[in-house]
C-alpha cells in the first residue's frame, strides 16, 4: 500500500486529494493546523508550514516512514487587489513564509521518508499566475511573487536531489470550486485533483523540476 502525505488537508482541493487516494487504497496522511478540523480518510497530524517547530515536529513523527507521495498544497492568497503603491509588506511577508519557505521546510523535513520510498515523489501546488512569461495583466503582487519564488526553488531542489531518485513536480490546479477560487471558478475539485492525479502517476524523471498544469499540458516559466 503506498503512502501520501498532504499538506493542507482539512479543505479544499487538500481535502480532495485525501479523499480520492484514499478511495484508490492509498495510506493517507493528513496535516493541517488544526486535526480536530479534518473529518477525512487516514491518519492526521497538527502542522503549521510556517512554524520550523511544527515541521520539525512533523518530521520527526515521520522518522522511519516510507512517503511514497509527498503533496505540499497548504498554502493562502494573503490580501487582494492591492496597487504597487500601497502593499501591505507584513502580509507579503506572511504569503512567502506559508507559500515559498513551508513547502521548502517540509520537504527538507520529510526528503528522508521520500527517499526511503518506492514512488519517491514531491509534488508543489503552484498557480498559473506565478508565470512570468504568462503575467499579461500585472497586479497580484503578493500572491504572484510567492508562486514564482517558489517555482524556481523547486527547479533546484530537483537538480540537487535528481540522484536519489526523487521526482519534483510543480502543478497548476486551475481556477477551481475553493475557498480561495470562489464559486464562480469553472473547475469543480474533482476534476481538478483527478487531473493532477493522472500527471503525478504517470511523471518520471524527465517530468522532475517542470511546471504542468492540471490536465497535463505544459506551462511556461
Not at 505540499?72 to 504569503?95: M, S, T
Not at 511573487?145 to 497548476?172: P, Q, R
Request: charged content about 20%; proline content about 4%; hydrophobic content about 40%.
Amino acid at each position: 500500500m503506498p503512502t501520501v502525505l498532504i499538506t493542507g488537508a482539512s479543505r479544499g482541493i487538500g481535502g480532495e486529494f485525501a479523499r480520492q487516494y484514499a478511495a484508490d487504497g492509498w495510506r493517507v496522511i493528513a496535516t493541517c493546523r488544526n486535526p480536530d478540523s479534518y473529518d477525512g480518510a487516514g491518519e492526521v497530524h497538527a502542522l503549521d508550514v510556517a512554524d520550523a517547530d511544527s515541521v520539525g515536529a512533523l518530521g520527526k513523527a515521520m522518522a522511519g516512514e516510507k512517503i511514497d507521495l509527498l503533496i505540499n498544497n497548504a498554502g493562502i492568497y494573503g490580501p487582494r487587489n492591492l496597487p504597487f503603491d500601497a502593499l501591505d509588506y507584513d502580509a507579503w511577508e506572511q504569503v512567502l513564509r506559508i507559500n515559498l519557505m513551508g513547502p521548502m521546510r517540509v520537504a527538507a523535513a520529510l526528503a528522508g521518508p521520500v527517499m526511503s520510498s518506492q514512488k519517491k515523489k514531491m509534488v508543489f501546488i503552484s498557480s498559473k499566475v506565478g508565470s512570468i512569461s504568462d503575467n499579461t495583466s500585472g497586479g497580484s503582487y503578493i500572491y504572484r511573487s510567492s508562486k514564482t519564488a517558489l517555482n524556481i526553488a523547486v527547479k533546484s531542489l530537483s537538480l540537487d536531489i535528481s540522484e536519489k531518485g526523487v521526482i519534483c513536480l510543480l502543478l497548476h490546479p486551475g481556477w477551481v470550486q475553493t475557498d480561495m477560487g470562489g464559486a464562480s471558478a469553472p473547475i469543480d475539485m474533482t476534476t481538478s485533483v483527478s487531473g493532477m492525479r493522472a500527471v503525478i502517476e504517470r511523471a518520471g524523471a524527465a517530468e522532475s523540476g517542470r511546471f504542468f498544469n492540471y490536465d497535463g499540458t505544459s506551462l511556461p516559466w
